[in-house]
């Protein structure tokens, strides 16, 4: 992705790390009270039935994606949202409710959509002379137990070869409804990628035409990429002694 | 045929037997069952600088029923396993099997939920071949080990015999976990 | 072993004969009696002419293919799953392994993501940048010989794929004077690179280019003008640029229906900007196309590894924040690859800080910021993107590639449905798919 022009602009706003402040002090991952909460870390060692006599076992750290980012965005990204807001107003859309917030972190746009309106923005953005994201990279989910409410993330990577920008696109569904509309009518090319982030997270995309599993064989049992899936290995022996599968070994928090 | 299975032990049948392996290291086909990476190694041997011709090895059969020999040549997922058991089945006997590079050996780094942890919990392996992916050289030295075997394979009731020798053998073995030392 | 006969089961679309082989006689004989039937071939998923592990449901009417589906994820391997198990740094161990023809794309496709989610893309030596290019171009160049050379022996052509296998070990030899290792190098590393070119590396690459210089036209000479060749490749495999597009196919299939998208100059990554090459097309949108694209790209690529020949200056290739860089000095010794005694005798003798150093970064990992990030490279089959998430912790939250093998993967539908049975081989080998890219 091309870095859009590094302008003057508030905290955030300029594609960096709104961090970069406080990396060099050497303390990762501390965002302040902004951002989204998606969990809390706590410890150091990945001991956590009293086994810790480190001192680090009282360590508590919120973890926070990047929060949502006002407006200058810098560079093409304010031409990108203006041009979306305005073609969803005419389609009598109020951008404000189909645009839950817009993310600039790293160099790169965020939008993220309320999910009844994904199709809508999709077609949108592939459609006005002035977006033309013609190009989708398909669709890769996470899942984010902690982030109660929106457990499941798709993103969408959209790609103009008109005007060589790339935006993403953040759709969120919580684990006891995952479903959220398909937009194979707009991008084909998310026919496989659909049915893959079905078969490995469980998300129902609505309208697809034919969502069965594709990697994993038909009668597998649960969706094997989400976090509450175990890795499943098996521990390994050699002589003298046994050492447990990857997810079960003791880790660094 | 079956006729040699059925000789008198004795003098003609280790005669029959040494014929018979000769025979058969002589002109092994191998099945193509490249899976992954490995394959691809495979298909390198195979080629010009290596040159599996020079053992007689170089007629990699599409059909599993025209080979006798499976390399498996890759990381074995769930969903692949009943195909390559299927594929096995399908050919003739005696047959043998390479399991070529750690993945189809003993899953090796894919120690996960995807991944057959050995292709031995699915067919009888003869040879298993470390690597990832093994040099071209390793699957000759494979190859060439296998064909030692294959000459010295036993028939009719030697066969018998052997293959309790061996089943006793492997009851009395210590387990992986009971041994000391250094891990070699 | 004996077949079953195929024997009849009435369903409800009618009468449906099984077969698993060897009785094909009465299956034909079955099929003439009443015209109207419908024969589904089950291609694969191990099929000596199915580049790897794929799975053709083909529905034929005579020699015609009507429907074409495809069945993947034989070869799925949890990779994407495997990666939040291990560090940032062990990621690289295992993502080259999914495309296992373009190790060096996936690795740099990671180690930028997770650059960037570090935010020390400026901070990339130049050193490390150019030798990542020129793997990169090597490694196009043994990817597209396999792809020709697999695709040659698919249609029955041996010697090509002789030829192509004798080029490509000498990319291997290359590889492995620079990584140690033929395939699965993982020597691109979150940073930089494992280790400094070793002593006479360019003198090899310069005499490599200058083989590959005389062996390309040997491919002109046997194929380009081959008319059996061309009988088979022309035409064949068609996709347009819409079709293209709806499909999301990138690569020589897009390249072949006359786009010259090319991230290498679009979105330009590892300095590429700043190199001279040309982004070939044609606009025949069918195999034959895609195959002159592919040797054109070849020719292109050597262009690009002179260059960076050219420009490679003494100098470190990782980097410097220390915080980051892997802390070992790697030395051959008798037994391999390994720490050099003097770092050991640095760190076990004089500095105890050091030590403690070493040990944290490389059993802890460094820390990566939470947020996501989204980087592409051009790989040979198209575009490889990486989406990787951080949740501020030693070890990814999510990678997810995007392959290129398995979005092009899709348009073999669009490409074989109202061809024949023996051009759904060579469209298929024209896509080019790599299934250890397709399934991960």
Known sequence: MSNPDNGTHGAGANGVNPDQDLNAQNLPGQRGDHGEVIGVRRGMFGANNGGDTSGYGGLVRTVRLPGATSRPYGGYFDEVADELEGALDEQGLVPENVIEKTVVDRGELTFHIEREFLPVVAKTLRDDPALRFELCTGVSAVHFPGDKGRELHAVYHLRSLTHTRLIRLEVSAPDADPHIPSIVSVYPTNDWHEREVYDFFGLIFDGHPALTRIMMPDDWQGFPQRKDYPLGGIPVEYKGAQIPAPDQRRSYT | ?184 | MTTSPATPRETTEGTVYTVTGGDWDEVVEAAAKADDERIVVNMGPQHPSTHGVLRLILEIDGETVTEARCGIGYLHTGIEKNLEYRTWTQGTTFVTRMDYLTPFFNETAYCLAVEKLLGIEDDIPDRASIIRVMLMELNRLSSHLVCIATGGMELGATTIMIYGFRDRELVLDIYELITGLRMNHAYVRPGGLAQDLPPGTVDQVRAFVKKMRKNLPEYDKLATGNPVFKGRMQGIGHLDLAGCLATGATGPVLRSAGLPHDLRKSNPYCGYETYDFEVPTTDTCDAYGRFLLRLEEMRQSLRIIEQCLDRLEPGPVMVGDKKIAWPAQLALGPDGLGNSLDHIKKIMGTSMEALIHHFKLVTEGFRVPPGQAYTAVESPKGELGVHAVSDGGTRPYRVHFRDPSFTNLQAMAAMCEGGQVADVIVAVASIDPVMGGVDR
């Open chain 2, 1 to 184: 045929m079956g006729l040699e299975e059925k000789l008198p032990s004795g003098f003609l049948l280790s005669t029959v037997e040494q014929a018979a392996g000769w025979v058969r290291k002589s002109s092994v086909f191998p099945a193509t069952f490249g899976l992954a990476c490995c394959a691809i190694e495979m298909m390198t041997t195979g080629a010009g600088r290596y040159d599996l011709a020079r053992f007689g090895m170089e007629v990699f059969r599409g059909s599993p029923r025209q080979a006798d020999l499976m390399i498996v040549a890759g990381r074995v997922s769930q969903k692949m396993a009943p195909v390559l058991r299927q594929v096995y089945d399908q050919m003739p006997n005696p047959k043998w099997v390479i399991s070529m590079g750690v993945c189809a050996s003993s899953g090796g780094m894919f120690n996960n939920y995807a991944i057959v942890q050995g292709v031995d919990h699915i067919v009888p392996v003869d040879i298993y071949l470390p690597g990832c992916p093994p040099r071209p050289e390793m699957l000759m030295d494979a190859i060439l080990k296998l064909h030692e075997k294959i000459q010295g394979s036993k028939l009719g009731v030697n066969a018998e015999e052997a293959a309790r020798e061996a089943e006793e053998a492997a009851l009395k073995a210590l387990p992986t976990i009971e041994m000391k030392g250094l891990l070699r």
